[in-house]
């Protein structure tokens, strides 16, 4: 990485080191994984290996794990593959998620931008027809945890198949399949410290998934293509790295130390989703009358990696459909940026954010700096998962 500081990890996070050396054996390694031969099943040993550790990080079984190639791909393996046409996505849904099937039902949020379970339960009482329900488990804007296991429960009440993207979620909070209850679970290794575009959907045994891809066989029939050995044993080594949370806490302390200081600084800024259960790396912010597209380019000016809105794959900074589905008004929700912390980052980090949001805002709200040094008290700000008190 340049030594501009990254504060957008929730977008990419970059490889690890124990990635960037899983990659370089990997490129050592010159046979097909499919093969019979000594260099095939050295090939298949790799995958195989970063199989276990993928499991391992979300309580499956090894067998569970089929390939991808990222967090897209899994998402749509999850809905179209499960041979169900009604489908039921929440209002929040990345769009891998919203647009990988037509007419899909949308599941509303509350003001916090948690699922309506109530509203969930309602919908499927309205057919008897099978239906496969998409929740994710943290959102990617908010950082806002979902209720999966209430969701869970009412997908069970009506015979429903639950999918969860756990995209954001993987290595920020603790994930076991068994317990949140899901049947299907989406993971991207690029978001966790391993290789873009390589990724995981976690199936259940019981789901019969039909392969949209198909070919070779591979991947137990359920995702054809030669395996991409080196996406793939990056993938296994960051999710041993992050199997335990090792940056939860101390991430959890300096979100909170920037979202306190920048209250403190300005009383009107909104963190979005501050009262319910956050990841503890993310914070969505409003800065009051200044255009999310002015922060991102003075950020930016500054050195700074910030994002906004849904710039996924437009790269243009556009309104955000999650703070719409919260109730956020057009006028607050286009001063949004969203900083997602991660583990290249450290306190001087934060500090160099709050300084420069200061001048962003004392010049473009026109107020003078009323940021003090020694005002670090004040708002009280729930962090929820990994929140580690000191």
Same mark, same amino acid.
């Given at each position: 990485?340049?030594?501009?500081?990254?504060? &957008?990890?929730?977008?990419?996070?970059?490889?690890?080191?124990?990635?960037?050396?899983?990659?370089?054996?990997?490129?050592?390694?010159? +046979?097909?994984?499919?093969?019979?031969?000594?260099?095939?099943?050295?090939?298949?040993?790799?995958? @195989?290996?970063?199989?276990?550790?993928?499991?391992?990080?979300?309580?499956? @079984?090894?067998?569970?794990?089929?390939?991808?190639?990222?967090?897209?791909?899994?998402?749509?393996? %999850?809905?179209?593959?499960?041979?169900? *046409?009604?489908?039921?996505?929440?209002?929040?849904?990345?769009?891998?998620?919203?647009?990988?099937?037509?007419?899909?039902?949308?599941?509303?949020?509350?003001?916090?931008?948690?699922? *309506?379970?109530?509203?969930?339960?309602?919908?499927?009482?309205?057919?008897? =027809?099978?239906?496969?329900?998409?929740?994710?488990? $943290?959102?990617?804007?908010?950082?806002?945890?979902?209720? !999966?296991?209430?969701?869970? #429960?009412?997908?069970?009440?009506?015979?429903?198949?639950?999918?969860? &993207?756990?995209?954001? %979620?993987?290595?920020?909070?603790?994930? &076991?399949?068994?317990?949140?209850?899901?049947?299907?679970?989406?993971?991207?290794?690029?978001?966790?410290?391993?290789?873009?575009?390589?990724?995981?959907?976690?199936? =259940?045994?019981?789901?019969?998934?039909?392969?949209?891809?198909?070919?070779?066989?591979?991947?137990?029939?359920?995702? $054809?293509?030669?395996?991409?050995?080196?996406? !793939?044993? +990056?993938?296994? #080594?960051?999710?041993?790295?992050?199997?335990?949370?090792?940056? %939860?806490?101390?991430?959890?302390?300096?979100?909170?130390?920037?979202?306190?200081?920048?209250?403190?600084?300005?009383?009107?800024?909104?963190?979005?989703?501050?009262?319910?259960?956050?990841?503890?790396?993310?914070?969505?912010?409003?800065?009051?009358?200044?255009?999310?597209?002015?922060?991102?380019?003075?950020?930016?000016?500054?050195?700074?990696?910030?994002?906004?809105?849904?710039?996924?794959?437009?790269?243009?900074?556009?309104?955000?459909?999650?703070?719409? $589905?919260?109730?956020?008004?057009? &006028?607050? %929700?286009?001063?949004?940026?969203?900083?997602?912390?991660?583990?290249?980052?450290? =306190?001087?980090?934060? @500090?160099?954010? !709050?300084?420069?949001?200061?001048?962003?805002?004392?010049?473009?709200?026109?107020?003078?700096?009323?940021?003090?040094?020694?005002?670090?008290?004040?708002? @009280?700000?729930?962090?929820?998962?990994?929140?580690?008190?000191?």
């Amino acid at each position: 990485m340049s030594t501009a500081i990254y504060l &957008d990890h929730n977008a990419t996070t970059p490889l690890r080191p124990e990635a960037v050396a899983a990659i370089n054996d990997g490129m050592r390694i010159g +046979g097909n994984p499919s093969s019979v031969h000594a260099e095939g099943r050295r090939a298949r040993r790799v995958i @195989e290996d970063a199989r276990e550790s993928v499991a391992s990080l979300v309580g499956a @079984e090894p067998a569970q794990v089929v390939f991808t190639s990222g967090g897209s791909e899994a998402n749509t393996l %999850a809905l179209r593959g499960c041979g169900r *046409r009604r489908v039921l996505v929440s209002a929040i849904e990345h769009a891998s998620v919203g647009r990988s099937v037509d007419g899909a039902e949308t599941i509303p949020v509350d003001a916090d931008g948690i699922v *309506r379970v109530d509203a969930l339960d309602a919908l499927l009482r309205a057919s008897d =027809e099978p239906a496969v329900v998409s929740v994710m488990l $943290a959102n990617n804007e908010t950082g806002v945890v979902q209720p !999966i296991s209430e969701v869970a #429960a009412v997908c069970r009440r009506h015979s429903a198949i639950l999918h969860c &993207d756990a995209v954001q %979620a993987a290595g920020k909070m603790a994930i &076991d399949v068994r317990d949140l209850g899901v049947h299907l679970l989406s993971l991207s290794a690029h978001k966790m410290g391993g290789p873009a575009g390589c990724g995981a959907l976690v199936v =259940e045994a019981a789901v019969p998934l039909q392969a949209l891809q198909r070919g070779g066989g591979q991947e137990r029939g359920r995702r $054809a293509g030669t395996e991409n050995i080196l996406g !793939i044993s +990056g993938f296994g #080594a960051a999710a041993d790295r992050v199997r335990g949370l090792p940056d %939860a806490g101390r991430l959890a302390l300096l979100r909170d130390r920037l979202e306190r200081r920048l209250q403190v600084l300005c009383p009107s800024m909104q963190v979005f989703g501050a009262t319910a259960p956050r990841l503890a790396n993310t914070s969505c912010i409003a800065m009051p009358g200044v255009a999310a597209e002015t922060q991102v380019i003075a950020f930016d000016l500054a050195g700074i990696a910030v994002s906004a809105g849904a710039a996924c794959s437009s790269g243009k900074v556009t309104r955000s459909g999650v703070l719409t $589905a919260m109730g956020v008004g057009d &006028d607050l %929700a286009s001063t949004a940026i969203r900083v997602s912390l991660g583990w290249t980052n450290c =306190e001087a980090d934060v @500090e160099r954010f !709050i300084e420069v949001w200061t001048s962003v805002y004392s010049r473009a709200a026109g107020c003078g700096p009323a940021f003090s040094e020694g005002r670090d008290t004040a708002v @009280e700000v729930r962090s929820g998962v990994g929140k580690v008190t000191e």
